[in-house]
């Protein structure tokens, strides 16, 4: 299970910090993945952490301002969102890598919903 | 990063089959054979339904299945079901670790 949290209203500009704690299974295992959608549109990865979390990834249109982490021993995995921007606007999904070839999602929390509005 | 490209919407009665294609190029689709399609109804999460292609998960009914031609990967789904109606994305990895989603399809079940 999956179950993100920190979602909001936040100005232009401002920061914000989403969480996504994780249950059932072994956290520690598995490269993990934010993936987004704003309202009405269609999904966007937007970062990906590996398993020990040495290595990181990012969508162009958020690298240099977003910032994935995780503690394995919380079993949580975080978004560290700064400068945000209207466009940000979106349902912000973490999800499980489910170790296939290229990356593909085989669990997704619920969503937290950030909007970005002045 | 431009998404990949789906159809913006199908339909299909019960019973009957429906394919949703995803295009892409060879730096994504045609070049690597790790497309992934996910089902997503309104209001809830996506659901993984093909991966690799042309892999199904562990209770993903058959009447799912995954394909690709050069730079198109399709989903077709046959003996369709009203549980069927919902919006479909393709997925492909796209090189320098980035993954690219497309557009998304919405199905309606007529």
């Known amino acids: 299970q999956l179950e993100e949290s920190g979602g909001g209203l936040v100005q232009p500009g401002g920061s914000l910090r989403l969480s996504c704690a994780a249950s059932?299974?072994?956290?520690?295992?598995?490269?993990m993945h934010w993936v987004r959608q704003a309202p009405g549109k269609g999904l966007v990865w937007v970062s990906r952490i590996t398993s020990d979390g040495s290595n990181t990834n990012y969508a162009d249109s958020v690298r240099g301002r977003f910032t994935i982490s995780r503690d394995n021993a919380k079993n949580t995995l975080y978004l560290q969102m700064n400068s945000l921007r209207a466009e940000d606007t979106a349902v912000y999904y973490c999800?499980?890598?489910?170790?296939?070839?290229?990356?593909?999602?085989?669990?997704w929390g619920q969503g937290t919903l950030v909007s970005v509005s002045s | 990063q431009s998404a990949l490209t789906q159809p913006r919407s199908v339909s299909g009665s019960p019973g009957q089959s429906v394919t949703i294609s995803c295009t892409g190029t060879?730096?994504?689709?045609?070049?690597?054979?790790?497309v992934s399609w996910y089902q997503q109804h309104p209001g809830k999460a996506p659901k993984l339904m093909i991966y690799?292609?042309?892999k199904r998960p562990s209770g993903v009914p058959d009447r799912f299945s995954g394909s690709k031609s050069g730079n198109t990967a399709s989903l077709t789904i046959s003996g369709l079901q009203a549980e069927d109606e919902a919006d479909y994305y393709c997925?492909?990895?796209?090189?320098?670790?980035?993954?690219?989603f497309g557009g998304g399809t919405e199905l309606t079940v007529l």
């Open positions: 059932g299974f072994t956290f520690s295992s598995n490269w």
């Open positions: 999800a499980r890598d489910a170790f296939c070839g290229g990356d593909c999602f085989d669990y």
């Open positions: 060879s730096s994504d689709v045609g070049g690597y054979n790790y």
């Open positions: 997925c492909s990895y796209a090189g320098r670790y980035i993954v690219m």
């Open positions: 690799e292609v042309n």
